[in-house]
Structure formats: C-alpha cells, structure tokens
C-alpha cells in the first residue's frame, strides 16, 4: 500500500488566517430556473375530468343509477374485498416497502385480525365499532412479538420464520375451537346498519381512507424519515439519533394494525369465517399485490392490491364486460384470467418496472397531480431491480 | 474537564489489533486532528467513540461520563455527531430531507402522533425545514437543497454530510476525511469554514484526513496512528515534523515533494 501524501508541507499562518469561504455550490441542473409547469384552464379541466371519473367509478361501483357498471350482487361484495385487500396491501408495503423486511406471513395477522373481531362481536356481545380496534390492538401486539425477532434474524432466516409463524396460526392458532369455531369456522354478522353489501362497501372505503391517511402522515413525519433511514443505511440512521430497533418495531406494530383492520373488516365481509382461508396462498397473493403494485408507492399499492382481489374469481374480468370475448376468442374462463394477468404483471415487475404498478402510470399520477405529460416520468425511481427481487 | 477522553482503547478483528493502547482526548473548543497512513486505525477510532465497536478494553469518557456501552443512537443524543469516510447520507433522498432527517431527536413529536396528523406535528415539520434551509444556507449549499443526494458529486456530498451532521445539534462532532475529493484551494477553504462552525455552534471537532495541510493549518492538537498505535501526538508542528511521522508517511527517506500535488 502506497501513501503518497507527504508531511512536509509548507504551511503559512497569513494563510489560515484570511478567512475563505467555501465556494457556493452551484446546481448545473437549471430545473429550477425554468419557471415551473402550470397548466392552464383547459389543462386544469381536463385534469378534474379524469378526477371526477376515477371518483365515479369509485363510489359508484357498487351499482346504482349512475354506476359505470352492471354488477351482480356478488360482485359488489368482491368491491368491498378490493378495498379490504388495498388495506391489506397498505399493511405490508409499510414492512417490505418502508422497513425493508418481509413478512410471509401476513395471512396469519390479517387472520389473527379476522377471528378477533368475529369472537368480540359473537361471543362477546361487544359493537363491531369496538371490534375493529380490538382486532386493531392484538394485530399490533402479534407484529410487536415477530418484530422483536426480526431484530435478531435477517433476511432469509426472517422470512423463514415469518412463513413458519403463518403456518403455525394457520394449523395451531385458528384451531382452537373456542376462538375460532374450528373446522366448522364462524358465522360473523355484518354491523349493524351496514347489513347489505352497498353500505358495507362504502364502510370498508371509509376505513381505507383512514388507512391512507396514516399512512401518507407517516411517511412525512418523524416516523417515515426514520424508517427509511435505517431501511436505506442502519448505520447513517443511527447517527442520526435514530434508534432503529425501536422504529423497526414501530413499522411492524404499525403494519399489524393495519392488517388487524383488514382483517377485522374482511371477516365482516365474507360473514362466514373459516381457517382454510388463511393460508400460505394467500400470504403469497399479498406479497405479490404489494410488490406488484409498487413498493412505497400508495396508489401503486393500492391498485395492485384492487387488481389482484378482483382477479380472484374473475371479477375484473365481469367488471370489464369481456368475459364473453375472452372465452369466444381463446377460450379462457373468467376464473383462470387472473392466472395469466398475475404472473404477467409480476414479470413486468421483475424486469421493465421495479417501481410495480406505481411506475408504470406516474405519467398519469403526475399529470393528474398538475404537472406536464411525460412518459417517462416514472424513469426515476427510488425501488431498484434488486430491490424487489431480493 | 475533556469534553472527549480515550483511555487504553483496544480491539481486536481476528488476529489483528486494530487499535492497541489508543489514548486521547480532545478539551472544549478544540480541534484535534488525526492523521497516519491507510489501514492505521483511524476510522476504527471513530466506530469506537460513536459506538458503531465495542472495544474489547479501554474507557470512552464524554464530558466525565462514561459511553463505553452506549448504544450508537444514544450517544447521538448526547451530543456527538459524525460524518462518515464513504458519505453517510440517505441516498434516496432530496439534501433537504436529509437534513430534516438527521434532525430526528429535535422533533418535537411522537411519532404516532405524526402517523395520525395531529396539527402540531404540521407546525413543527415546517421549522424544521426552515431549520434545514438555514443550515444549507450557512454551508453555500442552498442551490441543492431540493437535489436528490444519489445524483451529486462526492465533493459536494462531503459538504452536505457537514450540514447535515450540524442539523443533529453535536456538542462534539467527529470528522471522517471531510476534505476528500475536495481540491487544496476547497480544502484550505474547508478549514476556516471548520473553524467559523467552530466559533459559531461552539464545537469541538476530532477530525480525520489525509490533507496534512488541512488538518495541521486547523488543528490544536494533532495525534499521528500508525498500525493501531499512536506513533506521535503535540503540536500540529511538532508532528508534522517528528521523524516517526514521516518515516510512516514516507519510509526511510523524507523526500522534498510537497502534498499539494498528490490531493
């Protein structure tokens, strides 16, 4: 090893003495210079029209008048599930998206969540207003308990024992009979007041709203910048004051209380509750709606999360009217659509669009958010390749 | 009393003793500059005092008390910032953010209460911005500030890492090689503005580099480490000059080359 510095060195006091400034630093960017993009009238109507449309198909899905759609009344129940899994979705991407470590496991939160609820409100005779934060709670305590394991474990070993706790709430947890009504599952009534599925699905949108909003205040605050302070660099995040373990956990707790609301809200709405549900599939379909949505990207998430609940059962595909196309043209029943779409979406993920979902329509996002049309807006993006597959 | 005092500090990594009956101190205001060759133990003295090493012998003393133990946020809290050689920044991110990050541990707000919006953590989120203006401001940093970190030059990420440490409020700030990729002009430069920040925030500041002129033109008190020990330690020209010294920076024969061709 060469060391070519010298100790020699020549060094005036008038020198230290004449105070330099440091030179400013000069951006060469001139992005700033330019004064920024405003659309103008006709721009800003046709952005309110795109608004009010996406507005319309979301609060007039379940069917009336003025609903976009012609639903069946077991499609508007898979409304209220779209919204319900976007909870869900939300849920996991604070854990995989913010902290930057993974749950295979989330089954068993949202599960955990599910029964909770259901076993306050029949056994307990308790309102479906306490229930959800019930379900809340012990969903934030079960994430705190395999938070604190992942403060020893990384990585692999961590997903491994997330995927094993999943199993074990699957096969153990959801087994005992006085919690969860066994094989048998449980009836769950739906609160009252929210009984058909039109209602139910402006409920779970309510809640979904909620859920965003903490979910926007968090990643501004102290507890988003420090999440992905220590997800970026646990060592910089340290000097900076941060006590990673303690907002690691915070990001599980916080997880886990989303999940618990998802949970408690999705066993309102399937009515009837059975532990094969909460399998390892599904922990897998939540993984992949998240990720395939777009990491750290709320309204990424939240439409792969619609899409892949959608997908299920070939709902999407009765919503977009081509179900009789797919099947004249290729032959393809509803039902086995989402396996051709999910893998696919999955793969776009893999190679083009790390960013998911969320990437590919920031062109959209942003123009509708007041900034000029551009088609690679989403070119920059904070989620790398790696990132998603590792 | 010494705001930063290091006694007998060892560690091991394998069979290699990085640090080997390190002691240091640095007093209240002073500057204390550390220089010697690559692999010299220098960086490992930094991980040690912000807790980043245990060491497996030695005392770490701040102000009087020990922080041996101390886990690394902690002692952030007490007051000892620090840069990093390889740029300690959250890369993802805009310099502003960055610096309204690193002013964690003076938000006044639980972070729950920041998840749920409360109006308060609105009113605080928009001084510590200010806060961050302010400081990038006084580092002639401003026409960066909405830059993303991963998209500028090492030279200006060193510059940002200084305001950014300064936004956690240190009492002691410990300096990783602030002047690399920096020119000597920039350098001389670096080192009045460290002694403006000096006189400004009321710091001391232990810091490493290689730009021998830097650190001996700022420096009260200078220690020179060689293979994990210290070699020479006094007077900026004491050391400079001390045989020792330049025998580990030069070998056997002291040359008559100046550094400011090799920055």
Redesign the interface.
Known sequence: MTEPQTAEIPKTESEAESTRELPPVVADQLDDEVAPFRPGVAGWLARGAVWALLAWVVFAIPGNVLSPFHLGVSDVGHASKAAIFAIIGLSLNVLIGYAGTISLGHQAFVGVGGFVSAYVVVDMGLEFWLAVPIAAAVGGLQAALLGAVSLRLTGLYFALVTLAYGVFAEETLFGITAFTGGEGGKNVPRPIGFGDDYSFYYLCLAFLAVVLWADWRLVRTKGGRALQALRENPRVASSYGIDVKAYTLMAFVVSGIFAGIGGALLAQQSTFLVPETFDFELALLFVLMTVVGGLRNRVGVVIGSVIFALLEEGTLVHLLHIDGFLDSTIGLPAEFFGLVVGPFLLLLTLTLYPGGIGQQIAPISHWLRGRKFDLHAGKVTEVEVADVRA | MSVLEVTDLNIQFGGVRALDHVSMRAGEWEIVGI?G???AGKTTLFNCI???YRPSKGKIRYRGKSITRL???KR??LGI??T?QNV??????TVA?NL???Q??Q?N????A????GPA?FSE?SRLSGRAAQLLEL??????A???VADLPYG?LK?VEIA??LA?DPDLLLLDEPGSGMGP??A??????L??LRKEFGLTIVMID????LV???SDYVYCLNFGEVLAEGKPDEV??HPE??RA??GEE??????EE??
């Open positions: 220089i060759p690559n692999g912000t807790g980043f886990p690394v946020h952030t809290a910032g620090r990093f300690g920044l959250v890369k993802n991110t953010e309204v990050t690193a964690h541990l938000t707000y639980d972070p729950w920041g998840m749920l919006g953590t989120e580092l002639q940093l401003s026409d960066v909405n830059a993303r200006v510059r950014t440490v956690t002009e920039e001389h430069a670096l080192g009045d503005t002694l403006e290689h730009h021998v002129p001996t033109g700022v400079r000059n010294v330049v920076y030069l002291p040359a008559e080359t100046t550094s090799y920055v």
